[in-house]
């Protein structure tokens, strides 16, 4: 990405679009306090030779009022990321823009260039089983809301939409490199023929990636288009106000969320934040229409945890996030399983965002789940919890399924333990976490230390419990041995396993690329 002070233009950049010639152009118009991050070392040969400005200012930068800064910018960062690390008059003053390209063409080059034709992974196979790669762009650079780019340079029609852009000679610069150029074959890898053999790829595109459809009027391919048929419409620039309130001055954090397991607590912690921070603090927003606008439906989870951050899900969260208010809280345990920390990543909100990590003692918080039979039914486990068939996970749930319904209530609570581990991995130089327990945020110590954690210095007040269930009298002390004794055979380390899932190349965002199985032919995770 780049950000350039002469031009006063953003360029965020998304992938598979040229970005990185336009990257290599758009860098000879910056000056010495210009932001360029590092591109490849073969790209940054072509740069070098054309002596033009290379890697700059991406750690520690001169604003122009003269203020320093020390954020961290790199390539692909986010639109929200980027808003959130730049001066609010350089947001609001410069144009910004970025590249997009029709989905259906989009994802053939994508194919292509991770080799997905050289391991023998068929097409359609790919696009189902990886569909999360068709939202990635969007998850850069939304389409609407306070994080939309102004400028949507299309790829089909770059000539114009860059020579509209008004800069001189940019076109001739832009149009004399090819850093990475395409790898698809000249023959049988058009849209056009592609789609032709794969129609329903085409149908799931066609629901992925609805709102680009709709937005710039891409159109299915067809196997004999009119000559001269008009395939897109231009863009419109986005103007939509932001509706997430500025930052306050407070030290408390504008936005408190919880990414918890179910059973731990949550109810009680809303009451908990409402009555000492004084702000509006929700647990689980169960009205009608609730679900799949401000709770995420079934669906949404479903999808999060075998395609990742797929067109639904960036859909949801775009629109749950532009609308919240700050000061705001939400322990609800749902979130943090289908997307919660990725979309507060995406959409540059991590910055003002403290996430509590609330555990409760792990062999009372199966004893739960299993006097209530939350695993029995596979709707709860699918809606409220996870199930060990969810395609994308850090925990091997194969050493307890000869436990069965309290093997998957014991998977469950390991797995988020690993999440977890995993986020703070991920994640810990953007996001504030705080971790605590059931057992101790309820005591006068515990929940004052808590407070403090979060910038409030008063004396805590402690509420009563909330959403107790009735069979939790069920608990018994030999059920809860019976489950600790059963927890001590697995041997189990949450930091051992997040940390082996990610050396893996694994990510609970984007599943890994795809092998193929030569026994059988199916696609499975690498």
Not at 151 to 170: K, M, P
Not at 425 to 431: D, E, F, K, R, V
Request: charged share 20%.
């Amino acid at each position: 990405m780049i950000i350039c002070h002469p031009l006063k233009l953003i360029f965020i950049k998304t992938k598979k679009v040229g970005g990185t010639s336009f990257e290599i152009a758009l860098s000879s118009y910056c000056d010495e306090n210009s932001i360029i991050t590092p591109i490849s070392p073969k790209d940054e040969e072509i740069r070098k030779a054309l002596s033009y400005p290379g890697p700059q200012n991406h750690q520690t930068q001169t604003w122009p009022d003269g203020n320093e800064g020390k954020q961290a910018f790199v390539n692909h960062m986010t639109a929200g990321q980027i808003r959130a690390a730049v001066p609010q008059e350089i947001w609001e003053s410069y144009t910004k823009i970025t590249i997009w390209r029709d989905p259906y063409d989009a994802i053939i080059s994508r194919y292509y260039w991770e080799g997905m034709d050289k391991r023998n992974i068929p097409f359609d196979l790919f696009v189902e089983n990886f569909r999360s790669v068709l939202s990635e762009n969007r998850r850069i650079a939304p389409l609407g809301g306070p994080n939309s780019p102004d400028i949507f340079l299309r790829y089909e029609h770059l000539e114009e939409d860059v020579n509209a852009l008004g800069v001189d000679d940019l076109w001739a610069r832009f149009s004399s490199l090819s850093a990475k150029a395409a790898l698809r074959p000249k023959r049988g890898a058009d849209p056009a023929t592609l789609f032709a053999k794969h129609p329903d790829t085409a149908d799931l595109i066609e629901q992925e990636a609805a709102s680009e459809i709709a937005r710039f009027g891409y159109t299915r391919p067809n196997p004999t288009p009119a000559p001269g048929t008009a395939e897109h419409a231009p863009p419109r620039a986005s103007g939509d106000t932001p509706s997430v309130s500025a930052p306050s001055d407070s030290s408390q954090p504008d936005f408190i969320f919880t990414l918890s397991a179910g059973r731990t607590g949550t109810a009680w912690l809303a009451r908990f934040l409402s009555d000492n921070l004084n702000i509006p603090s929700v647990h689980e927003p169960l009205g009608l229409d609730a679900y799949g606008t401000r709770l995420p439906s079934i669906g949404h989870m479903r999808h999060f945890n075998t395609y990742g951050m797929n067109g639904p899900l960036c859909d949801f969260w775009e629109g749950k996030l532009s609308e919240l208010q700050a000061p705001y809280a939400e322990s609800n345990h749902t979130l943090g399983k289908c997307g919660l920390i990725e979309a507060l990543i995406d959409h540059g909100l991590a910055p003002r965002t403290t996430i509590i990590i609330l555990r409760r003692n792990l062999a009372k918080q199966i004893a739960s789940y299993v006097v209530r039979n939350d695993f029995f039914n596979i709707t709860i486990p699918w809606q409220w919890y996870l199930h060990p068939d969810y395609h994308n996970k850090i925990v091997d749930p194969a050493p307890l399924k000869h436990l069965g319904d309290v093997g998957s209530a014991i998977w469950y609570a390991l797995e988020m333990e690993a999440r977890y581990a995993y986020y703070k991995h991920i994640y810990g130089g953007q996001l504030q976490f705080i971790e605590s327990t059931l057992e101790d945020a309820v005591t006068p110590d515990g929940a004052a230390k808590l407070l403090r954690a979060l910038g409030h210095k008063g004396h805590p007040k402690l509420p009563p419990k909330a959403n107790a269930s009735p069979q939790n009298g069920n608990i018994t002390d030999t059920l809860v041995a019976e489950v600790e004794t059963l927890l001590s055979r697995v041997n189990f380390d949450a930091e051992e396993a997040a940390l082996a899932f990610i050396q893996r190349g694994n990510r609970l965002d984007v599943p890994a690329l795809p092998r193929q199985c030569a026994a059988t032919g199916r696609v499975a995770a690498e």
